[in-house]
């Protein structure tokens, strides 16, 4: 797999990246799904004042925070969930639910005020690197670390997350964006009902955001973070998602500063990433089917955020591309 055959006929993208700012449509509505109203808005939360922490690291979703006196504990504010309650809300209490189910993932602590917004703290994982600082900083080590991603992610697509209030159906939330979509039109869209209409309503837990940068490591110990758009369903959605990091929005400046890496490393590490998650055997076709789920990606991140005219209309072109 070269890079001029995965970026050819491929139509310039405005930056998108990862899951990318999810658009909470309305109040206790998660990603037009309604889910349970997790708190009641006289609720009192612990104020924090920011100036009083240090902020160690950024991400393309937001920023966290370190407090001397708090030892422990970190602050996570998401840029499109700081103003919004039941983002937070969302993200805080998927996160927990899926701590308790096994996965390794830092646990939960409380939601808090900060200022006139919300964020929430959690167990700090001190000395931590994330798979893509490690591997962007030293690319000759992409096929141990992607080795590395591909087993742990088996690991998170083999626990069984159905009968969970806070992790919603795949299924569920791909017939929502099918039958709203405004970037596949005619036949397409009918298809791609259907597709979602025959798909089984599989257990398996999804992590939302899956790629590198949300697989941490430290002292040998790897750990899953930013987990507020898990969900249950075919572990395909989470490889179409990476496929679509790795081999199609690799080449935008934003995409390249967060991840440390230049799209010929991305594509290495989606090749070796693969290899190892799927073996040899039928490597074409798996490499086909995530491309196929990329496009299906665009149509889920189409629905979750606002689009803006040139947006929508790149977004439309590439998902049409890819679906095939």
């Not at 249950?232 to 990091?245: I, K, V």
Request: proline share 4%; glycine share 8%.
């Amino acid at each position: 797999m070269t890079k001029s055959s995965l970026n050819r006929g491929i139509p310039a993208v405005v930056p998108v990246f990862f899951r990318t700012f999810a658009y909470i449509k309305e109040p206790r509505v998660y990603n037009g799904i309604e889910r349970p109203v997790l708190i009641e808005d006289n609720m009192e939360f612990k104020e924090i004042n920011l100036s009083e922490w240090k902020k160690i690291g950024e991400g393309g979703n937001g920023a966290v925070f370190v407090n001397d006196a708090e030892p422990g504990k970190l602050l996570k504010l998401s840029y499109h969930a700081l103003d919004n309650l039941a983002a937070v809300e969302k993200e805080f209490y998927t996160s927990k639910a899926i701590y308790d189910l096994g996965l390794s993932t830092p646990e939960m602590i409380e939601i808090v005020k900060v200022g006139n917004g919300f964020g929430f703290l959690c167990q700090q994982i001190k000395d931590k690197r994330s798979l893509s600082s490690l591997s962007g900083y030293n690319p000759q080590n992409i096929k141990k670390w992607a080795g590395i991603l591909a087993e742990e992610g088996k690991k998170l697509h083999a626990i069984k997350a159905t009968g969970s209030e806070y992790i919603p159906s795949m299924k569920e939330k791909l017939l929502v964006a099918a039958r709203e979509t405004r970037l596949l039109k005619g036949k397409k869209k009918e298809d791609l009902i259907a597709f979602a209409e025959s798909l089984e309503d599989a257990p398996n837990l999804v992590h939302g955001d899956f790629q590198f940068g949300n697989l941490i490591v430290a002292a040998g110990v790897p750990y899953w973070i930013d987990l507020g758009e898990a969900t249950h369903g075919n572990p395909m959605f989470d490889l179409g998602h990476f496929y679509l990091l790795t081999n199609i929005f690799c080449t935008q400046k934003r995409v390249r500063e967060i991840t440390h890496m230049t799209p010929t490393e991305m594509h290495e590490y989606w090749n070796a990433f693969a290899l190892a998650y799927n073996g040899k055997e039928g490597i074409d076709a798996f490499n086909a089917e995530c491309k196929r789920y990329a496009g299906i990606d665009i149509i889920i991140l189409g629905y979750t955020r606002k689009l803006g005219f040139i947006e929508r209309f790149s977004l439309s072109r590439l998902a049409n591309q890819l679906i095939g």
